[in-house]
């Protein structure tokens, strides 16, 4: 009885637990709200909001796509591009710099999860962490997660850290498996092991996402911001920029689709990892796999928010003939691969992973030019996917019973 008692008062715990994740049809800020009710008023700004198409847009839509999807590109040329993918993206921040992509501003009123919860929620959630749910029976929640800290030589040069963490993440690389046999390794063994709220940035290019949510988090010590991308050249980039804060980020180069490469902190600490226009550009086989090691990575109640482009964006329709891999996955001039995602797609491939939805839904938009009359639609999908509380299901069921009948 005593652990029906104590998993019962976890589960109150987790219906009074501020709902600080948004979910439904509309974030809080419904995707902007500038509404196109009069069409003859359609070039007075440069974007309208919740577009419905037309049948016939539509129409026109798959058509353009099956007449630039009917030409693929040869084999040969394919594996090119998938061997050589970090080479092009590097190619391509050495020519653009910092300078072709714009800061995402719109992050924070898209994604409210990014920042802390205030410290009185942030206890409430803590209470549900998997430090929490280790004093639980055996067969209630799951047990803490033991992670084997990756080893990983110059990790300290990679990830760049003030005095406490240099010598921290040194001692992170040189631990030899002697060490690693004597147990569990102390928490204080990788960058940002004191913070209390975690974040991993997947695909950070040169830092338009970085600098924002780090501007945003210099009132929250407590946060501690990751963000990778396999363009060393993107890495460098961030690195360099005058507001980069070792102290409270972590910059490393690393490839999301190698399942065997470490990370420079151990699994199921994150609090949220942003995924935003990055998985479209890998190869749709791989795609799962890599959503299945990120989700590895957050803690419970941890979320990933998940933005890209959506099937039939005007960028899928501006390909030509011949630039087309497989079926909604095409090639650019420079090399670098997109694709373009369904709803369903994304709603199958979070919830392969063990992600609970929280949010999915279709960003339709109406972009205009005014100088030259050209009206232009783009197509993202938006998602939140949630890594659940750990009640295995024959205690879950057991639980709710005796909370229904008193």
């Known amino acids: 009885m005593n652990v029906i008692w104590r998993n019962s008062v976890s589960c109150r715990r987790i219906r009074n637990v501020p709902h600080r994740y948004q979910s439904g049809n509309h974030p809080v800020v419904p995707l902007g709200s500038r509404i196109l009710s009069d069409p003859a008023k359609v ?17 026109a839509a798959k058509k353009k796509v099956e007449e630039n999807s009917a030409v693929r590109v040869l084999l040969e040329e394919q594996v090119k591009y998938e061997d050589e993918a970090s080479k092009y993206w590097d190619t391509f921040y050495k020519i653009h710099k910092n300078k072709f992509f714009k800061d995402r501003n719109w992050l924070l009123r898209e994604f409210p999860e990014i920042i802390p919860v205030d410290q009185k929620t942030e206890q409430k959630l803590r209470e549900l962490s998997w430090d929490h749910a280790k004093t639980s029976a055996a067969d209630g929640f799951s047990r803490m997660h033991r992670p084997t800290m990756p080893q990983e030589k110059n990790h300290e ?32 063994l990788f960058p940002g092991s004191n913070a209390t709220f975690r ?11 970085v600098f924002p949510i780090l501007n945003t988090l210099q009132n929250a010590p407590e946060s501690f911001l990751y963000c990778c991308d396999f363009a060393s050249g993107a890495v460098e980039l961030v690195k360099l920029h005058s507001s980069y804060r070792a102290a409270q980020c ?15 902190f151990p699994d199921g600490i994150l609090d949220v990892i942003l995924l935003v226009f990055v998985l479209s550009s890998i190869h749709p086989d791989r795609m799962q796999g890599v959503v299945n090691r990120l989700s590895n990575l957050l803690k419970p109640g941890g979320m990933l928010l998940f933005r890209d482009y959506g099937r039939y964006d005007k960028t899928q329709l501006r390909f030509k003939k011949g630039h087309c891999l497989s079926e909604n996955f095409y090639v650019r001039g420079d090399g670098t691969r997109a694709y373009f995602f369904t709803k369903g797609e994304v709603h199958n ?31 993202w999908v938006q998602g939140k996917f949630q890594k659940p509380l750990h009640l295995t299901q024959k205690t879950s069921k057991l639980v709710f019973s005796l909370l229904s009948h008193g």
């Open 199 to 209: 974040i991993l940035e997947v695909g950070c290019g040169a830092g338009n996402s």
């Open 43 to 59: 070039f007075e700004h440069n974007m309208w909001d919740h577009m419905q198409w037309s049948e016939e847009e539509e129409a």
């Open 157 to 188: 040069e990679r990830c760049g850290s003030s005095d406490s963490q240099s010598k921290a993440g040194l001692h992170f690389s040189n631990l030899d498996s002697k060490e690693h046999r004597k147990g569990p390794l102390k928490t204080e």
């Open 250 to 264: 972590c910059a490393f180069v690393h490839d999301v689709c190698d399942e065997g490469l470490p990370y420079p």
């Open 349 to 379: 491939m979070f919830c392969k992973a063990g992600l609970d939805e929280k949010q999915n839904l279709v960003d339709r938009r109406l972009q205009v030019n005014r100088k030259k009359q050209v009206k232009m639609h783009r197509v």
